[in-house]
């Protein structure tokens, strides 16, 4: 674990409505605190099902399912022991959903040369009325600069749809840089990585970020436009 935070993983957990925060910062620029957690089926499994039956989620995600089977499917993410699923929060309320992973022991890593330690990011936006107001580029260097203090990687990978531009813009205002078109199993995605040192040299991390980390996370950022969603 690097940068100036990392003696944060030491922190005393911090909880809200009885969930563990991994990370939590309150971001000035935003006026908000971001937190995430990983998902706890007993709290959001409802909500996880509305998000990815929104319509502004199922072109990219494709898991607007059953009740049986999309419970099936959560159970499968929260078994599959290279991806962590978690809920994003801003002022302790659920408005996102992300998972992080070992992009060497996904599908993604037989379309480059991946390195061990090298982590993934997948996301998307929940509640339509989160959309439109700034909140996918700081919500996205959170879980950027998460990935690098609570890991060894020297770098984030990214596969967005290549039909999701807004997404594509987001993750390039977050440091990543496309590499060029791959086939997916299930989808058209745009490889973009984002390096350790450019991420804390080029987006860094504001002086007016409070970052508190539990278990090896974080730290963070804030910008201000763009809607969005993204996977």
Same mark, same amino acid.
């Given at each position: 674990m690097t940068g100036s935070n990392a003696g944060a993983a030491a922190a005393a957990t911090r909880t809200n409505g009885g969930r563990e925060y991994?990370?939590? $910062?309150?971001? /000035?620029?935003? !006026?908000?605190? #971001?937190?995430?957690? /990983?998902?706890?089926?007993?709290l959001d499994f409802d909500r996880l099902r509305a998000w990815f039956g929104s319509d502004h989620v199922k072109p990219y995600w494709q898991l607007d399912l059953p009740e049986a089977a999309f419970r099936a499917k959560l159970d499968s993410k929260l078994g599959d022991d290279h991806l962590t699923p978690y809920v994003g929060l801003l002022d302790h309320t659920p408005m996102s959903y992300w998972e992080t992973y070992r992009a060497a022991d996904d599908a993604v890593g037989?379309?480059? @040369?991946? +390195?061990? /330690? !090298?982590? %993934?990011?997948h996301l998307l936006i929940g509640p339509p009325e989160y959309l439109g107001h700034g909140y996918a580029v700081p919500l996205l260097r959170a879980i950027t600069a998460f990935?690098?203090?609570?890991?060894?990687?020297?770098? #984030?990978?990214s596969?967005?749809? #290549?039909?999701?531009e807004i997404a594509i813009r987001v993750f390039e205002r977050c440091g990543y840089e496309p590499?060029?078109?791959? @086939?997916?199993? @299930?989808?058209e995605a745009l490889l973009?990585?984002?390096e350790? +040192?450019? *991420? *804390?040299? $080029? #987006? %860094? +991390?504001?002086?007016?970020?409070?970052?508190d980390v539990n278990g090896g996370s974080d730290a963070d950022t804030a910008a201000d436009a763009e809607s969005e969603v993204g996977r």
């Open positions: 991994a990370y939590r $910062a309150r971001n /000035e620029r935003i !006026d908000r605190t #971001v937190a995430f957690a /990983e998902v706890d089926p007993t037989e379309r480059y @040369d991946a +390195e061990p /330690e !090298d982590r %993934g990011v990935q690098f203090r609570a890991t060894d990687a020297g770098r #984030v990978v596969e967005p749809d #290549v039909r999701n590499q060029g078109r791959i @086939d997916l199993p @299930d989808k973009m990585h984002c350790r +040192e450019r *991420f *804390f040299d $080029a #987006v %860094g +991390e504001p002086a007016d970020v409070d970052v």
